[in-house]
């Protein structure tokens, strides 16, 4: 049972350059969200998506867009990277009926932009 | 909005000690309240939650947690430390009827254990 798998581990990128995060999870989650986590700012919401088909702005949406593109599967994109966004990013899911249910994580997507 | 304080950046506990951990949060109401734990390089685990109901709650790895409602908190403790508890510990809030299940987030307390 892999959970929630996210794709590269590590990456480095020049100011400027493109590049998208993927993240997919197994459990039959309905939400996802996508985080930035930076020493003494714990984890910050970017974007998440309630359910398949809808996205809504987190915290620190600026920089970054995401797709939802099935249940599954829901990708985090930098159009133009630059310095400020050197983060571990942290794909997570959850179920949706209600709320107060607990979110499950990746193992992060380490990215330093130069 | 909901916020959360863990006040602690860093504590140095030596193994076979009692460990505390403070969280506070700001919320209207009773908030969905969880623990996570994070070993270097990894991803976070669950440790604890609370929804309602008892307000000592126990978790993985032998630790439990306190709510207590007059003083908005929500500390983690644990009788006796193990080595392989120096990780990274986040608090974390959800509010009841929050659109799309959404969390909030402490800065973490990073934990050394010493021999």
């Known amino acids: 049972n892999a959970g929630v798998t996210q794709t590269p581990k590590f990456q480095v990128l020049k100011t400027g350059q493109s590049m998208t995060l993927q993240c997919a999870q197994d459990m039959n989650h309905n939400s996802m969200y996508w985080y930035r986590q930076d020493p003494g700012m714990g984890l910050r919401l970017i974007y998440y998506s309630a359910s398949e088909g809808t996205t809504d702005k987190g915290e620190v949406p600026n920089g970054y867009n995401v797709s939802r593109l099935n249940k599954r599967e829901f990708s985090l994109r930098l159009e133009s990277a630059a310095p400020s966004q050197t983060s571990v990013y942290f794909c997570?899911?959850?179920?949706?009926?209600?709320?107060?249910?607990?979110?499950?994580f990746g193992d992060g997507t380490r990215l330093s932009i130069l | 909005a909901q916020s959360v304080t863990q006040p602690d950046i860093h504590i140095t506990v030596s193994e076979g000690a009692s460990l505390e951990l403070r969280c506070n949060y700001s919320y209207g109401a009773t908030p969905y309240l969880f623990w996570y734990v994070q070993s270097p390089g990894q991803g976070l685990q669950l440790l604890l939650k609370y929804f309602s109901g008892d307000t000592l709650v126990q978790g993985i790895k032998g630790f439990e947690a306190e709510f207590k409602r007059s003083q908005s908190s929500f500390n983690l403790r644990k009788p006796s430390v193990h080595w392989s508890d120096a990780a990274e510990y986040f608090c974390?809030?959800?509010?009841?009827?929050?659109?799309?299940?959404?969390?909030?987030f402490g800065g973490g307390t990073r934990v050394l254990v010493k021999p």
């Open positions: 974390a809030v959800g509010a009841k009827k929050a659109a799309g299940n959404k969390l909030t």
């Open positions: 997570a899911s959850s179920e949706n009926r209600g709320t107060g249910q607990p979110q499950h």
